[in-house]
Nanobody, 114 residues
Framework: QVQLVESGGGLVQAGGSLRLACVAY????????MGWYRQAPGKQRELVAA??????NYAHSVKGRFTISNDNAKNTVLLQMNSLKPEDTAVYYC?????????WGQGTQVTVSS
C-alpha cells in the first residue's frame, strides 16, 4: 500500500544543480531513516545521503555538494544536488526505512554532461 513517488531527475551540464524529491504515500509509520541511493550502469547501488533523528550521513564523493532534508512531517525527503559532475550520473532511488520494513522508489535518472 506504500508508494514512494520521486521527481526532479533530468539532464544537466557539469556544475549545474538539480533537486530530487520523494513523497511517501500510504499507511507508513514509524520512519527511522530516509535517504537516497544511486546506481550507475555496471556498478553496485551505493548510499548517497541519509537523514534520521540521529543526524545526516553522506557519501564522501558528494559531501559538501549535496544536502538532504525532510519536509511535511517526514513524509517527504529532498536531495539538493549542486556542483554536479559527470560521475554523478546514475539512477537515483528514494529509500525509507521504518521499524517494520524498507521501501524503495522506482528511481529517477540523473545525467550530467561534461
Amino acid at each position: 500500500q506504500v508508494q514512494l513517488v520521486e521527481s526532479g531527475g533530468g539532464l544537466v551540464q557539469a556544475g549545474g544543480s538539480l533537486r530530487l524529491a520523494c513523497v511517501a504515500y500510504g499507511s507508513i509509520f514509524s520512519i527511522n531513516t530516509m535517504g537516497w541511493y544511486r546506481q550507475a550502469p555496471g556498478k553496485q547501488r551505493e548510499l548517497v545521503a541519509a537523514i534520521s533523528s540521529g543526524g545526516t550521513n553522506y557519501a564522501h564523493s558528494v559531501k559538501g555538494r549535496f544536502t538532504i532534508s525532510n519536509d511535511n512531517a517526514k513524509n517527504t525527503v529532498l536531495l539538493q544536488m549542486n556542483s554536479l559532475k559527470p560521475e554523478d550520473t546514475a539512477v537515483y532511488y528514494c529509500n525509507v526505512e521504518t521499524t517494520f520494513s524498507a521501501y524503495w522508489g522506482q528511481g529517477t535518472q540523473v545525467t550530467v554532461s561534461s
